[in-house]
Protein backbone atom coordinates (compact mmCIF):
# COMPACT_ATOMS: atom_id res chain seq x y z
CA UNK A 1 0.00 0.00 0.00
CA UNK A 2 2.97 2.31 0.61
CA UNK A 3 6.09 1.93 -0.71
CA UNK A 4 9.51 4.22 -0.10
CA UNK A 5 11.85 3.69 -2.57
CA UNK A 6 15.60 4.24 -1.93
CA UNK A 7 15.04 7.62 -0.53
CA UNK A 8 17.37 10.38 0.23
CA UNK A 9 17.44 13.96 1.50
CA UNK A 10 20.03 16.26 1.20
CA UNK A 11 19.08 20.00 3.00
CA UNK A 12 21.07 22.30 2.02
CA UNK A 13 21.64 24.93 4.62
CA UNK A 14 21.63 28.78 3.83
CA UNK A 15 25.33 29.21 4.38
CA UNK A 16 25.59 26.24 1.73
CA UNK A 17 26.55 23.16 4.28
CA UNK A 18 24.78 19.96 2.97
CA UNK A 19 23.05 17.92 5.49
CA UNK A 20 22.19 14.36 4.85
CA UNK A 21 19.44 13.98 6.28
CA UNK A 22 17.99 10.56 5.01
CA UNK A 23 20.16 7.92 3.06
CA UNK A 24 18.66 5.31 1.48
CA UNK A 25 15.86 4.53 2.85
CA UNK A 26 13.57 1.60 1.75
CA UNK A 27 10.54 -0.20 2.80
CA UNK A 28 6.91 -1.38 2.49
CA UNK A 29 3.81 -1.24 4.95
CA UNK A 30 0.31 -3.31 4.08
CA UNK A 31 -2.78 -1.74 4.13
CA UNK A 32 -4.02 -1.51 8.14
CA UNK A 33 -0.29 -2.04 10.03
CA UNK A 34 0.71 -0.14 12.80
CA UNK A 35 4.25 1.57 12.34
CA UNK A 36 6.18 3.31 14.63
CA UNK A 37 9.69 4.97 14.25
CA UNK A 38 12.06 6.01 17.22
CA UNK A 39 15.36 7.13 16.99
CA UNK A 40 17.27 10.22 18.26
CA UNK A 41 16.61 13.92 17.45
CA UNK A 42 18.02 15.38 13.95
CA UNK A 43 17.89 11.73 12.66
CA UNK A 44 15.44 12.65 9.84
CA UNK A 45 12.10 11.28 11.24
CA UNK A 46 10.24 14.51 10.61
CA UNK A 47 11.98 14.31 7.49
CA UNK A 48 11.02 10.72 6.34
CA UNK A 49 7.21 12.01 7.57
CA UNK A 50 6.77 15.08 5.63
CA UNK A 51 8.33 13.33 2.23
CA UNK A 52 5.32 10.39 2.61
CA UNK A 53 2.80 13.83 3.58
CA UNK A 54 4.00 15.60 0.27
CA UNK A 55 5.30 18.65 2.08
CA UNK A 56 9.16 17.55 0.79
CA UNK A 57 10.68 16.06 -2.30
CA UNK A 58 13.40 14.12 -1.63
CA UNK A 59 16.57 14.48 -3.67
CA UNK A 60 16.54 10.91 -4.75
CA UNK A 61 13.87 8.38 -4.59
CA UNK A 62 9.93 7.71 -4.26
CA UNK A 63 7.15 7.16 -1.91
CA UNK A 64 4.32 5.57 -3.90
CA UNK A 65 0.95 5.21 -2.05
CA UNK A 66 -1.64 3.25 -3.36
CA UNK A 67 0.36 3.22 -6.89
CA UNK A 68 0.26 6.81 -6.79
CA UNK A 69 3.76 8.67 -6.96
CA UNK A 70 3.69 11.20 -4.07
CA UNK A 71 4.29 14.73 -5.58
CA UNK A 72 2.33 16.74 -2.74
CA UNK A 73 0.01 16.53 -0.62
CA UNK A 74 -3.25 14.86 -0.36
CA UNK A 75 -6.61 14.22 1.70
CA UNK A 76 -5.81 10.71 1.49
CA UNK A 77 -2.94 10.82 3.91
CA UNK A 78 -3.73 12.84 6.77
CA UNK A 79 -1.36 14.77 9.65
CA UNK A 80 -1.63 14.80 13.04
CA UNK A 81 1.25 17.22 14.67
CA UNK A 82 2.85 17.67 18.09
CA UNK A 83 0.42 20.60 18.74
CA UNK A 84 -0.95 24.26 17.71
CA UNK A 85 -1.96 22.95 13.77
CA UNK A 86 -5.99 23.87 14.87
CA UNK A 87 -8.00 26.91 14.43
CA UNK A 88 -7.90 27.57 17.81
CA UNK A 89 -10.55 30.38 17.55
CA UNK A 90 -12.80 28.33 16.02
CA UNK A 91 -15.59 25.68 17.31
CA UNK A 92 -14.47 22.36 17.58
CA UNK A 93 -16.26 21.04 15.07
CA UNK A 94 -15.76 23.71 12.44
CA UNK A 95 -11.79 22.48 12.57
CA UNK A 96 -12.88 18.45 12.28
CA UNK A 97 -15.47 19.70 9.05
CA UNK A 98 -12.45 21.99 8.02
CA UNK A 99 -11.34 19.15 5.30
CA UNK A 100 -14.94 17.66 4.62
CA UNK A 101 -16.20 21.34 3.56
CA UNK A 102 -13.20 22.36 1.63
CA UNK A 103 -12.93 19.23 -0.52
CA UNK A 104 -13.37 19.38 -4.33
CA UNK A 105 -16.60 18.01 -4.65
CA UNK A 106 -17.82 18.61 -0.99
CA UNK A 107 -20.45 16.58 0.23
CA UNK A 108 -24.05 17.82 1.20
CA UNK A 109 -23.87 19.40 4.25
CA UNK A 110 -26.05 16.97 6.08
CA UNK A 111 -23.86 14.35 5.73
CA UNK A 112 -20.87 16.59 6.53
CA UNK A 113 -22.49 17.40 9.99
CA UNK A 114 -23.09 13.82 10.78
CA UNK A 115 -19.95 13.14 9.70
CA UNK A 116 -18.33 15.22 12.19
CA UNK A 117 -20.54 14.31 14.80
CA UNK A 118 -19.61 10.70 14.22
CA UNK A 119 -15.66 11.45 14.82
CA UNK A 120 -16.34 13.45 17.79
CA UNK A 121 -18.36 10.80 19.76
CA UNK A 122 -15.67 8.24 18.38
CA UNK A 123 -12.85 10.23 20.24
CA UNK A 124 -14.92 11.34 23.56
CA UNK A 125 -15.63 14.97 22.66
CA UNK A 126 -19.42 14.52 22.03
CA UNK A 127 -20.70 17.22 23.91
CA UNK A 128 -17.89 20.14 22.72
CA UNK A 129 -18.63 20.49 18.91
CA UNK A 130 -19.28 24.04 19.83
CA UNK A 131 -16.51 24.68 22.15
CA UNK A 132 -13.80 27.06 20.48
CA UNK A 133 -10.37 24.91 20.70
CA UNK A 134 -8.90 26.95 22.81
CA UNK A 135 -10.98 26.03 25.76
CA UNK A 136 -10.08 22.81 25.62
CA UNK A 137 -7.28 21.12 27.12
CA UNK A 138 -3.99 19.52 25.84
CA UNK A 139 -5.52 16.46 25.46
CA UNK A 140 -8.78 17.25 24.59
CA UNK A 141 -7.11 19.22 21.58
CA UNK A 142 -5.34 15.95 20.24
CA UNK A 143 -8.38 13.98 20.08
CA UNK A 144 -9.45 17.02 18.17
CA UNK A 145 -7.02 16.64 15.48
CA UNK A 146 -7.44 13.32 15.34
CA UNK A 147 -10.93 13.38 14.77
CA UNK A 148 -10.24 16.05 12.01
CA UNK A 149 -7.80 14.00 10.38
CA UNK A 150 -10.20 10.80 10.35
CA UNK A 151 -13.50 13.15 9.51
CA UNK A 152 -11.37 13.08 5.64
CA UNK A 153 -10.91 9.24 5.82
CA UNK A 154 -7.54 9.31 4.83
CA UNK A 155 -5.76 5.36 3.88
CA UNK A 156 -2.39 6.76 5.37
CA UNK A 157 -2.36 8.73 8.44
CA UNK A 158 0.86 9.99 9.75
CA UNK A 159 1.40 11.39 12.90
CA UNK A 160 4.30 13.52 14.42
CA UNK A 161 4.86 13.01 18.22
CA UNK A 162 0.78 13.91 18.63
CA UNK A 163 1.31 12.73 22.21
CA UNK A 164 4.21 14.42 23.13
CA UNK A 165 3.34 17.51 24.85
CA UNK A 166 0.81 15.37 26.85
CA UNK A 167 0.48 14.82 30.66
CA UNK A 168 1.87 10.75 31.06
CA UNK A 169 -1.42 9.99 32.41
CA UNK A 170 -3.47 11.60 29.34
CA UNK A 171 -1.06 10.37 26.93
CA UNK A 172 -1.59 6.91 28.30
CA UNK A 173 -5.35 7.30 27.51
CA UNK A 174 -4.58 8.82 24.29
CA UNK A 175 -2.72 5.59 23.25
CA UNK A 176 -5.77 3.61 24.09
CA UNK A 177 -7.95 5.32 22.46
CA UNK A 178 -5.22 5.41 19.17
CA UNK A 179 -5.42 1.31 19.28
CA UNK A 180 -8.87 1.40 19.59
CA UNK A 181 -9.10 3.53 16.48
CA UNK A 182 -6.43 2.02 14.69
CA UNK A 183 -8.23 -1.64 14.81
CA UNK A 184 -12.01 -0.12 14.18
CA UNK A 185 -10.78 2.05 11.09
CA UNK A 186 -8.67 -0.55 9.66
CA UNK A 187 -6.34 2.46 8.94
CA UNK A 188 -2.87 2.72 8.04
CA UNK A 189 -0.13 4.47 10.51
CA UNK A 190 2.77 6.09 10.86
CA UNK A 191 3.48 7.62 14.40
CA UNK A 192 6.99 8.99 15.61
CA UNK A 193 7.63 9.60 19.04
CA UNK A 194 10.14 9.79 21.56
CA UNK A 195 9.09 7.28 23.99
CA UNK A 196 10.41 4.12 23.51
CA UNK A 197 7.57 2.40 25.70
CA UNK A 198 4.75 4.02 23.44
CA UNK A 199 6.55 2.94 20.10
CA UNK A 200 6.22 -0.89 21.93
CA UNK A 201 2.60 -0.54 22.90
CA UNK A 202 1.69 1.27 19.60
CA UNK A 203 3.75 -0.42 16.89
CA UNK A 204 3.30 -3.60 15.13
CA UNK A 205 6.08 -2.80 13.29
CA UNK A 206 8.81 -0.81 14.71
CA UNK A 207 12.08 1.37 12.96
CA UNK A 208 14.66 2.38 14.94
CA UNK A 209 16.61 5.36 13.10
CA UNK A 210 20.07 6.02 13.20
CA UNK A 211 21.29 9.69 12.82
CA UNK A 212 24.47 10.88 10.33
CA UNK A 213 23.13 9.99 7.80
CA UNK A 214 19.63 8.99 9.03
CA UNK A 215 18.69 5.39 8.19
CA UNK A 216 16.56 2.44 9.69
CA UNK A 217 18.96 0.43 11.70
CA UNK A 218 16.53 -1.84 13.02
CA UNK A 219 13.22 -3.36 12.61
CA UNK A 220 10.91 -5.02 15.02
CA UNK A 221 7.83 -6.81 14.91
CA UNK A 222 5.82 -6.43 17.76
CA UNK A 223 2.66 -8.40 19.32
CA UNK A 224 2.13 -5.95 21.91
CA UNK A 225 -0.07 -3.66 20.21
CA UNK A 226 -2.67 -6.53 19.09
CA UNK A 227 -2.21 -7.42 22.63
CA UNK A 228 -3.39 -4.02 23.82
CA UNK A 229 -6.40 -3.88 21.91
CA UNK A 230 -8.12 -6.15 24.52
CA UNK A 231 -5.74 -5.89 27.56
CA UNK A 232 -4.67 -3.43 30.04
CA UNK A 233 -1.36 -1.72 28.92
CA UNK A 234 0.31 -1.60 32.11
CA UNK A 235 -0.24 -5.37 32.44
CA UNK A 236 1.72 -5.58 28.83
CA UNK A 237 4.68 -3.15 29.69
CA UNK A 238 5.13 -5.67 32.82
CA UNK A 239 5.71 -8.59 31.06
CA UNK A 240 9.44 -10.18 30.54
CA UNK A 241 9.32 -9.67 26.32
CA UNK A 242 8.45 -6.73 26.76
CA UNK A 243 11.01 -4.94 29.14
CA UNK A 244 13.76 -6.84 27.27
CA UNK A 245 13.06 -5.52 24.11
CA UNK A 246 12.65 -2.36 26.11
CA UNK A 247 15.70 -2.04 27.60
CA UNK A 248 17.31 -3.43 24.58
CA UNK A 249 15.81 -0.77 22.37
CA UNK A 250 17.20 2.16 25.33
CA UNK A 251 20.89 0.86 25.48
CA UNK A 252 20.58 1.38 21.72
CA UNK A 253 19.34 5.37 20.99
CA UNK A 254 21.74 5.78 24.58
CA UNK A 255 24.66 4.33 22.24
CA UNK A 256 23.44 6.42 19.28
CA UNK A 257 23.47 9.50 21.91
CA UNK A 258 26.50 9.09 23.18
CA UNK A 259 28.48 9.17 19.52
CA UNK A 260 26.45 12.33 18.67
CA UNK A 261 28.08 13.65 21.81
CA UNK A 262 31.20 12.66 20.83
CA UNK A 263 30.89 14.38 17.37
CA UNK A 264 29.81 17.42 18.87
CA UNK A 265 32.99 17.87 21.11
CA UNK A 266 35.24 16.70 18.14
CA UNK A 267 33.89 20.35 16.19
CA UNK A 268 34.05 22.53 19.80
N1 LIG B 1 15.09 22.86 6.43
C1 LIG B 1 16.23 22.33 6.83
N2 LIG B 1 17.43 22.81 6.40
C2 LIG B 1 18.60 22.25 6.78
N3 LIG B 1 18.68 21.18 7.60
C3 LIG B 1 17.54 20.63 8.05
C4 LIG B 1 16.26 21.17 7.70
N4 LIG B 1 15.30 20.42 8.30
C5 LIG B 1 15.95 19.47 9.00
N5 LIG B 1 17.29 19.59 8.85
C6 LIG B 1 18.32 18.69 9.43
O1 LIG B 1 18.05 17.37 8.97
C7 LIG B 1 18.27 16.43 10.02
C8 LIG B 1 17.01 15.63 10.27
O2 LIG B 1 16.01 16.50 10.82
P1 LIG B 1 14.58 15.98 11.26
O3 LIG B 1 13.96 15.24 10.13
O4 LIG B 1 13.83 17.14 11.78
O5 LIG B 1 14.95 14.96 12.42
P2 LIG B 1 14.07 14.39 13.66
O6 LIG B 1 12.62 14.65 13.35
O7 LIG B 1 14.44 12.95 13.73
O8 LIG B 1 14.53 15.13 14.88
C9 LIG B 1 18.78 17.22 11.21
O9 LIG B 1 20.17 17.20 11.21
C10 LIG B 1 18.25 18.61 10.95
O10 LIG B 1 19.08 19.58 11.54
MG1 LIG C 1 11.11 15.62 14.42
Known sequence: ???????????????????????????????????????????????????IA???????????????????????RGMVFQQGALFEWMSVEKN????????????????IRDNTQHWLDTVGLSDFG????????????????????????PGLILMDEPLGALDALTREKMQGLLLKLWKETGKTVILITHSVEEALILGERLFVMAPRPGRIEKEYRLPFAEQG?????????????FVQVREEIISMIWAMEEEIMGHQGEKQ
Open 130 to 153: KKPVYELSGGMQQRVALARCLAND
Open 54 to 76: GFLQPTQGEAVFDDELVSGPSPQ
Open 1 to 51: MLKVNDLSMVYETPGGEKVSALSDISFSLDKGEFLTVLGPSGCGKTTLLNI
Open 96 to 111: VSFGPRMADKPKPDAE
Open 229 to 241: VADDSRKIKAQPD
